[in-house]
């Protein structure tokens, strides 16, 4: 698809990309839009893009989603990449169940939520603004599987969500949200309440092998780190001061401290610093 040309969907349609690669790489001055075919269409006005498992390569670059009921949606597939694109006032921006892929230097808005994982291994997320997004930031979320692994969280803004900035939601320790993923250099602030959550920067649920690495972490309602059953976690070099609860939380469920603990700066967060609860 050309650079400016604008795609135009009727209610309930998609584009489905079910063979061959998707190559839409607009330029700064000239996107590619995705969107419904109305003058002011709300969320979930036309179905969205869909990547099928199995699916080829692709890339989306330089491109605006808009009023989809999910912006994209990329299934169990590899090496795809969504770069320096816009999604915005969807219901679901980005659901993500591929392995090997990079999503870089987009901006994630106004969705009713941001941009969820399941069963994704090896993909870069980073420089990218994810904000005021109704449900969370970023979702790594266990269904009949891991929400994720190996991936790399790196160098975003994450700020004014729903829920949590970063969110590993896992149901037990063989469905966990996640593990030996590194989040590092990202800039998370001011989430906000949205039930069942209190607004944390950072919430880990079931995993091991995760890496909290110098984030800078602050003014979220909640607390900066929400830790529950996770092992062989490392907390080094963050910055996390001004939350609404605790700096860190380190919950009942915890069945040993963290594998490193170090080189953090936990100031005047609301309740406590550093809350170790974990036996």
């Given at each position: 698809i050309?650079p400016g040309?604008e795609v135009?969907?009727s209610p309930n ?5 079910t ?5 839409a790489c607009g330029t700064a001055?000239?996107?590619i839009v995705f ?5 002011s269409p ?9 990547f099928?498992?199995?699916s080829e ?5 330089h ?6 009921v999910?912006?994209?949606?990329v ?12 999604l915005?006032?969807?219901t ?6 591929a392995?090997?892929g ?7 808005y106004?969705n009713?939520?941001?941009i969820?994982?399941q069963?994704a291994?090896n993909?870069?997320i ?8 109704d449900a969370?930031g ?9 929400g994720?692994?190996?991936n790399?969280?790196?160098?975003n803004?994450i700020?004014?969500n ?6 590993f939601?896992g ?10 993923n590194?989040i ?6 001011g989430q ?6 209190p607004g ?7 995993g091991?092998?995760n890496q909290?690495l110098?984030?800078?972490i602050?003014?979220?309602a ?5 830790v ?6 490392v907390?080094?070099?963050n ?8 700096g ?5 469920g915890?069945?040993?401290?963290p594998?490193a603990l170090?080189?953090?700066?936990l ?6 610093n550093?809350?170790?609860d974990w036996t």
């Amino acid at each position: 698809i050309e650079p400016g040309v604008e795609v135009l969907f009727s209610p309930n349609t998609a584009l489905n990309v079910t063979s061959g690669p998707l190559i839409a790489c607009g330029t700064a001055t000239a996107p590619i839009v995705f969107k419904a075919d109305s003058v002011s269409p709300s969320r979930g006005a036309w179905a969205g893009i869909s990547f099928p498992a199995g699916s080829e390569q692709s890339r989306i670059c330089h491109a605006v989603i808009e009023s989809a009921v999910t912006g994209l949606n990329v299934g169990d597939t590899d090496y795809h990449e969504i770069l320096t694109s816009t999604l915005r006032h969807n219901t679901g921006a980005l659901q993500w169940g591929a392995d090997w892929g990079r999503i870089a230097a987009n901006e994630v808005y106004e969705n009713g939520s941001g941009i969820r994982l399941q069963k994704a291994w090896n993909n870069e997320i980073e420089s990218n603004s994810i904000h005021d997004n109704d449900a969370f930031g970023i979702e790594f979320l266990s269904d009949n599987g891991t929400g994720g692994h190996f991936n790399t969280i790196a160098n975003n803004d994450i700020y004014e969500n729903g829920g949590f900035g970063i969110g590993f939601v896992g149901e037990s320790a063989t469905e966990p949200g996640g593990g030996s993923n590194t989040i590092t250099g990202n800039r998370i602030f001011g989430q906000i309440a949205a039930a069942p959550y209190p607004g944390d920067g950072i919430y880990m649920l079931y995993g091991s092998n995760n890496q909290l690495l110098a984030n800078e972490i602050y003014e979220n309602a909640g607390n900066g780190i929400w830790v529950e059953e996770q092992t062989d976690l490392v907390v080094t070099g963050n910055r996390v001061y001004r939350n609404g609860v605790d700096g860190l939380a380190y919950a009942t469920g915890n069945t040993e401290a963290p594998s490193a603990l170090h080189s953090n700066v936990l100031c005047r967060n609301a309740a406590f610093n550093i809350d170790n609860d974990w036996t």
